[in-house]
């Protein structure tokens, strides 16, 4: 538990909070305007607060005074001490997934004052973090993949060929993106390939292969040659899971990238050769 000594008699310590001025307030970025949980207009800050704004099309302040919405970094709450100080108390588990902990300031046009400490949704504001990681899953740096084969420049019938996919290492790729005070963080991991050898022999749920010498459970015998060649196909099926700031994983729908190579493949044949 933190003391906080009170900077006024009336309302929270504004200077003990560190809280940003007026002059801070008024230089910071925004972004468009959307809609608090009670639907008065708000503007989103760089600095990840929601800041209620009056004007054409806003619907004003409906305490009497300008909200602020500030994002924390741990749920706590302001009460008051019979010493005229002032104590931070956690607050209890958020009701649900996605929840964030704000505190909640009212200015009323000459002193900003702290209301509240509150559990909300970035949704409830007008930002939803899913799209965002839809958005960012759709823009990770996926590798680019090929197949690579053994023996490699042709293979021949009735002999086992080796294949395995080139710029995955079954490492998950993780990409996260940080605005206005939301961070969203997207994994996507390799979870299993199907191949398709192109002779109409497909495998599912195998492993992404591996090159000589390691063993391999991705091989494949082509009966007949290739006229001119087998389009071998693998199928990388990558399991995606999402998450907003430290919260809990979710789960996003799989995504499948392809890696494709033609394989030519040559009929060998026996040969009687003399005994020396």
Do not use: K
């Not at 000459?110 to 939803?128: A, H, I, K, N, S």
């Not at 993949?145 to 993780?174: D, E, Q």
């Not at 996507?188 to 390691?214: C, K, N, Y």
């Amino acid at each position: 538990m933190r003391l906080l000594r009170p900077a006024l008699v009336v309302g929270l310590a504004l200077v003990a909070l560190a809280a940003p001025t007026r002059a801070d307030a008024d230089a910071v970025d925004t972004a468009t305007v959307s809609t608090d949980p009670t639907g008065a207009h708000v503007l989103l800050r760089r600095d990840g607060s929601w800041a209620e704004r009056r004007g054409s099309g806003s619907a004003g302040p409906t305490t009497g005074c300008l909200r602020r919405w500030v994002l924390l970094d741990r749920p706590y709450a302001l009460r008051p001490t019979p010493m005229g100080q002032y104590r931070e108390v956690d607050m209890d588990a958020a009701p649900g997934p996605g929840f964030q902990a704000y505190q909640v300031w009212c200015d009323d046009g000459t002193t900003e004052t702290y209301v509240d400490t509150v559990w909300l949704r970035p949704q409830q504001f007008g930002v939803d973090p899913r799209a965002i990681a839809e958005q960012l899953l759709r823009d990770l740096p996926y590798p680019a993949a090929t197949v690579g084969a053994n023996p490699g420049r042709r293979g021949l019938t009735g002999l086992a060929s080796w294949f395995w996919v080139n710029g995955y290492t079954g490492a998950p790729i993780v990409d996260t993106v940080s605005q206005f005070g939301l961070t969203v963080t997207v994994e996507a991991a390799p979870e299993s390939t199907d191949w398709d050898f192109g002779d109409g022999t497909v495998r599912s749920r195998l492993g992404l292969g591996a090159p000589p010498p390691a063993v391999t459970d991705v091989t494949h015998v082509f009966e007949v040659r290739g006229r001119p060649s087998y389009r071998v196909r693998a199928l990388i099926r990558l399991a995606v899971r999402w998450r907003l700031g430290a919260g809990p994983w979710e789960d996003l729908a799989p995504i499948v990238r392809t890696a494709v190579l033609d394989y030519p493949v040559v009929s060998s044949r026996a040969a009687l050769v003399p005994d020396r």
